[in-house]
């Protein structure tokens, strides 16, 4: 494998995807309609009766809908990193991933090429939430000094999500499987994270199951790494978590795609 050839095959598998979601004009509003409905309905209900208090990263007290708008950008990532594994498994029904991994290229190069344009869907439709955010007058503090960070953070835990979308692709056999895979994935990692409330809110209500769970969630993490890049504030091991669950999942789907798992699966 060359270097113009690996790029060429990750620029095809790429705009495939683009392409792809480019014509599925109902999906681009499935994305938007959800963390939109969240944050000018649900937020707006308990703007004034959850306020946060003064801690990390907030300089001083924020209203409900601030402080949720970090964890709807986190609901879009998630939300389009397992549509990413079930894109995976319908085209392993239709035979399109076997064409795919018999490409005289390493299988690991393919799903990292796949992984990459999932994310890339991943960060544009946050873009968007963004826009529609601010219009509904709750603008995030994306541009500065801490842009690049906010980036890095956007992406990491775009990248994170797509992987764990793909090592779920592995286990999900057929698409009958895959929303009652996905109830047991998507709704744990968003509810049993800081995309909604603080972790010191947990803790002081007595819910110290949920604390824990929460803490140890890696999507917790990810929420915690873009709100505190927001606010240009140190968000202490978030990142190494994002980093290390990335690289893990992606590890684990790349043995699960072996020729003797592919074979099992099909």
């Given at each position: 494998?060359?270097?113009?050839?690996?790029?060429?095959?990750?620029?095809?598998?790429?705009?495939?995807?683009?392409?792809?979601?480019a014509?599925?004009?109902g999906?681009?509003?499935?994305?938007?309609?959800?963390?939109?409905?969240?944050?000018?309905?649900?937020?707006?209900?308990?703007?004034?009766?959850?306020?946060?208090?003064?801690?990390?990263?907030?300089?001083?007290?924020?209203?409900?809908?601030?402080?949720?708008?970090?964890?709807?950008v986190g609901?879009?990532?998630?939300?389009?990193?397992?549509?990413?594994?079930?894109?995976?498994?319908?085209?392993?029904?239709?035979g399109?991933?076997?064409?795919?991994?018999?490409?005289?290229?390493?299988?690991?190069?393919?799903?990292?090429?796949?992984?990459?344009?999932?994310?890339?869907?991943?960060?544009?439709?946050?873009?968007?939430?963004?826009?529609?955010?601010?219009?509904?007058?709750?603008?995030?503090?994306?541009?500065?000094?801490?842009?690049?960070?906010?980036?890095?953070?956007?992406?990491?835990?775009?990248?994170?999500?797509?992987?764990?979308?793909?090592?779920?692709?592995?286990?999900?056999?057929?698409?009958?499987?895959?929303?009652?895979?996905?109830?047991?994935?998507?709704f744990?990692?968003?509810?049993?994270?800081?995309?909604?409330?603080?972790?010191?809110?947990?803790?002081?209500?007595?819910?110290?199951?949920?604390?824990?769970?929460?803490?140890?969630?890696?999507?917790?993490?990810?929420?915690?790494?873009?709100?505190?890049?927001?606010?240009?504030?140190?968000?202490g091991?978030?990142?190494?978590?994002?980093?290390?669950?990335?690289?893990?999942c992606?590890?684990?789907?790349?043995?699960?795609?072996?020729p003797?798992?592919?074979?099992?699966?099909?």
């Amino acid at each position: 494998m060359t270097a113009s050839h690996a790029l060429q095959a990750t620029r095809a598998i790429v705009l495939r995807e683009l392409l792809k979601f480019a014509r599925q004009h109902g999906r681009w509003i499935a994305a938007l309609v959800r963390p939109v409905l969240w944050l000018a309905v649900f937020a707006a209900g308990f703007r004034n009766v959850f306020g946060v208090a003064i801690v990390e990263p907030y300089d001083s007290y924020v209203p409900y809908d601030v402080y949720i708008a970090p964890g709807l950008v986190g609901m879009v990532l998630l939300f389009n990193g397992m549509q990413g594994s079930l894109a995976m498994v319908y085209d392993r029904e239709m035979g399109l991933m076997r064409l795919l991994l018999t490409a005289p290229l390493p299988r690991g190069w393919i799903l990292a090429a796949k992984l990459v344009a999932t994310a890339l869907l991943s960060l544009l439709q946050a873009a968007a939430f963004v826009a529609i955010a601010a219009l509904l007058g709750a603008p995030l503090p994306l541009w500065g000094s801490q842009t690049p960070h906010v980036l890095l953070a956007a992406a990491s835990a775009a990248l994170m999500l797509a992987a764990l979308g793909l090592l779920l692709s592995v286990h999900v056999k057929q698409l009958e499987n895959f929303a009652g895979t996905m109830n047991f994935v998507i709704f744990p990692m968003y509810f049993l994270s800081t995309a909604l409330y603080p972790l010191w809110k947990l803790q002081e209500s007595g819910a110290e199951w949920v604390y824990v769970v929460a803490r140890l969630n890696p999507f917790t993490h990810a929420v915690e790494w873009l709100r505190f890049a927001m606010y240009g504030k140190d968000p202490g091991i978030a990142p190494w978590v994002v980093l290390g669950t990335l690289i893990a999942c992606f590890a684990i789907a790349c043995r699960g795609y072996l020729p003797r798992s592919t074979t099992r699966a099909r």
